[in-house]
């Protein structure tokens, strides 16, 4: 039976309804945004009140990480076996609840395991609600339109939540856990009445329990393990014996994969080079951010003295310029190809991360702050939307919930891996102490790391305009047969 959302002659003018669809999904990507601005700013705040030291605020950054990264694997998987529409609800009402018992909560370790409940919810309503808009809108123009209006919630959520985390923790740094509550219940409102049922994928052949297990698991616990690396020491037993764990669970996870009659990720979506420098894009874009993120609140609130507002409006024009160019990102793409646009993306963040080495303890906002911030927002507003559509262009419906859930792997792993190599570069030298022109310099080599990070994506994206000048990609798309035999088809970037 047709869905009214699928239907041919609706994909060209867009029902209320289908808007209504997609607002409610730009709904949760806009509170995922929300909270992790929100959450940057009120740090400060947040240390003081519970008597948190830099080590331990990182993991109200990182708790959320733990649980959106090491879950989304599973996340992902399971938005296509069991319903995108009953995943995403539940994820959401989860969500709405975690965000409860985080304003509610009186100590540091319980915020982290609200922060931890929260990520490990937005680890099934990123895929599924992702894979939603993929398999409702068609490839090509369509799709770019609905993932740019997608992305510039995301970026809206971000500057609104910049400011209003600025206000709220004016009073209380609480108000900032509680704020997508309401919100995320009137989207679950929304999207019982709006999101139409989705098909599930035939599980006749069995689910990949060994999969799920050993997946999820190595996930987990290199996450876990990167983030614990700079308390414990990167070279210390602890630390080394936990990689080893995390490559023999790699190992098993991809010994059984390609064995399984129903994997819990199709390995051979991984041959397409597309699909790998998506990933690792959005890994080193979103793991130089968050270090990039982390610092400067540090930096401004810390040894600036500027107040929670301050801070969130020196980050606001970044937002501001994301959320007024996204939606013409997909014109952009359709004109120009992915590649083209991630690379002049990554061009930009770089040069906004090596400008802000210039910042000393008393900076010229609209010198030394500003062009950094207002270069950050046009690579936001470029590279995001993009690396979205690379990763889901290619690829059937009935995988892009797995494509969808490995591409937010890559951006919360990464962002994982670099916030902990960031922290540990900037507390290596035990300047948490010292004199704020000490603390500034020891700030400096976690900005370079930064720099480093961008660089590296940049190199990585490069390399797919070398393959676009010679060839068009060959991508390996599932049909429904065994994975021995997939179907060759020959698209772009």
Not at 171 to 180: E, K
Not at 249 to 263: D, G, N, Q
Not at 468 to 479: I, S
């Amino acid at each position: 039976m047709t869905s009214p959302l699928t239907d041919p002659a609706v994909q060209e003018r867009w029902s209320p309804r289908l808007w209504g669809t997609l607002l409610v999904l730009c709904a949760a990507m806009f509170l995922d945004a929300l909270d992790v601005s929100m959450v940057g700013v009120a740090l400060p705040s947040i240390a003081t009140d519970l008597d948190l030291s830099t080590s331990a605020l990182q993991w109200i950054v990182s708790g959320y990480i733990l649980g959106y990264g090491g879950l989304l694997l599973l996340g992902g998987r399971a938005a296509d076996l069991l319903g995108r529409r009953r995943v995403f609800l539940i994820a959401l009402a989860v969500f709405a609840l975690a965000s409860l018992l985080g304003g509610l909560v009186d100590s540091g370790p319980l915020l982290i395991a609200s922060r931890f409940i929260k990520g490990l919810s937005a680890a099934f309503t990123a895929p599924a609600g992702l894979s939603i808009i993929t398999t409702t809108f068609k490839e090509g123009p369509q799709r770019n339109r609905a993932l740019a209006i997608y992305t510039t919630c995301a970026a809206t959520g971000f500057s609104m939540g910049l400011v209003l985390s600025g206000l709220l923790t004016e009073v209380s740094w609480r108000l900032t856990m509680l704020l997508p509550a309401p919100i995320a219940l009137i989207a679950l409102v929304a999207g019982i009445k709006l999101i139409p049922q989705s098909s599930r994928e035939d599980s006749g052949k069995g689910y990949d329990v060994p999969g799920a297990v050993t997946g999820t698991a190595s996930m987990l616990l290199l996450v876990f393990t990167v983030v614990q690396a700079p308390e414990a020491g990167w070279a210390s037993a602890r630390t080394l014996l936990s990689f080893l764990a995390v490559a023999a669970l790699l190992t098993a996870f991809v010994t059984i994969e390609r064995r399984s009659s129903h994997p819990l990720i199709r390995l051979g979506v991984l041959r397409a080079g597309s699909q790998i420098r998506a990933n690792l894009g959005a890994a080193f874009f979103f793991g130089s951010y968050v270090g990039f993120q982390f610092l400067v609140t540090q930096y401004m609130q810390s040894l600036l003295g500027w107040s929670a507002l301050q801070t969130a409006l020196a980050f606001l024009p970044a937002g501001a310029l994301v959320a007024l160019s996204s939606t013409k990102i997909g014109s952009v793409v359709d004109r120009f190809g992915t590649p083209r646009v991630i690379a002049v993306g990554f061009s930009l963040l770089v040069v906004a991360y090596a400008l802000f080495l210039q910042v000393d303890l008393s900076p010229s906002y609209a010198a030394a702050i500003l062009p950094s911030m207002l270069l950050l927002g046009a690579a936001c507003a470029l590279v995001f939307p993009s690396l979205n559509i690379q990763a889901t262009n290619g690829v059937e419906d009935h995988e892009q919930g797995m494509v969808s859930g490995l591409l937010n792997t890559s951006i919360q792993v990464g962002g994982a891996i670099f916030l902990a190599v960031v922290t540990a570069v900037i507390t290596a030298d035990g300047s948490d102490g010292g004199s704020p022109q000490e603390v500034l310099d020891s700030f400096r080599p976690g900005l370079v790391v930064v720099t480093a990070v961008a660089a590296a994506g940049l190199l990585i994206t490069l390399t797919g305009l070398r393959t676009r000048r010679g060839r068009q990609e060959t991508v390996l798309v599932a049909k429904s047969v065994p994975d021995s035999e997939p179907e060759r088809v020959t698209v772009g970037d």
